[in-house]
């Protein structure tokens, strides 16, 4: 997943990890991801960017599924919802930071352990018996100093789920982003609680040197309906690079209304 920003900057990972305590206890993937030191990408994952382990090729051991993959999301969800995603963890590896040293220095200041950022989701019924989820909008204001100049840029900083094909800037270089949706699935985890899981291929083309770069975002949103207008929502992020190896990971929750 990148982080794009409407007008000016974009960047993506850097240094030391912060955890926060656990507040809550996490199911399905999102708890994979918010416990585990090592993250590994997903077998879905692996099997599509030619990573999959020989050893687990030989045991043939499936992609993990935790119940029935649903052909939608649970008509219980239906409508919209709003309200604040508080970052609950973020760690960078040291190869994020020297594959992508400018985006590195980026995250490193803008992300930390209870940072708020504004949520939307939109669930409707495309057609009779089937629930689909628009892109989700998670946002904050952000204000850029020009180390030249001085000046400050205000903005809006989205954190993008890599739906569509945008182009962004960041300080020191301005690069072409293109999203390939490589792998999208539902599964049921309880009463009233769903998960998405979202695998794509991001490439970033440096439009001065035509220099190419690519990793692997995976996009995890666990949605649990607490009341009649009430939703527990987790997000997780993790990126990938070439050899499969966990660049950068993120954990956001929230109560939604």
């Not at 119940?67 to 709003?82: D, I, M, N, Q, Y």
């Not at 995890?220 to 009649?228: E, H, R």
Request: with cysteine; net charge positive; proline share 4%.
């Amino acid at each position: 997943m990148k982080i794009l920003f409407i007008l000016f900057i974009v960047a993506l990972c850097s240094s030391n990890a912060v955890w926060a305590q656990p507040q809550t206890v996490y199911k399905g993937r999102v708890e994979e991801i918010y416990f585990s030191p090592n993250v590994k990408m997903p077998l879905e994952l692996q099997a599509v960017t030619g990573t999959l382990d020989p050893e687990a090729i030989r045991k043939k051991l499936a992609p993990q599924i935790l119940r029935a993959e649903l052909k939608s999301f649970p008509v219980t969800l239906r409508g919209e919802w709003k309200g604040t995603l508080k970052v609950k963890a973020i760690e960078f590896s040291p190869e994020f930071a020297r594959a992508l040293p400018d985006d590195a220095a980026f995250d490193k200041e803008f992300f930390y352990v209870g940072r708020n950022m504004d949520a939307r989701f939109r669930f409707y019924m495309p057609s009779a018996g089937r629930v689909s989820m628009d892109a989700p909008e998670i946002k904050t204001e952000h204000e850029e100093v020009n180390k030249k100049t001085g000046k400050s840029t205000r903005g809006i900083l989205y954190l993008s789920t890599g739906h569509t094909e945008k182009e962004f800037d960041s300080n020191s270089r301005t690069a072409h982003s293109k999203d390939s949706l490589l792998f999208n699935k539902v599964n049921l985890l309880g009463d009233n609680t769903a998960e998405q899981n979202t695998y794509t291929l991001v490439k970033l083309v440096n439009k001065t040197t035509k220099r190419e770069s690519k990793f692997y975002a995976e996009h995890v949103f666990s949605f649990k309906k607490l009341a009649a207008f009430q939703m527990n929502v987790k997000v997780a992020e993790v990126e990938y690079g070439p050899d499969g190896k966990w660049w950068k990971k993120l954990v956001l929750e929230g109560t939604l209304h």
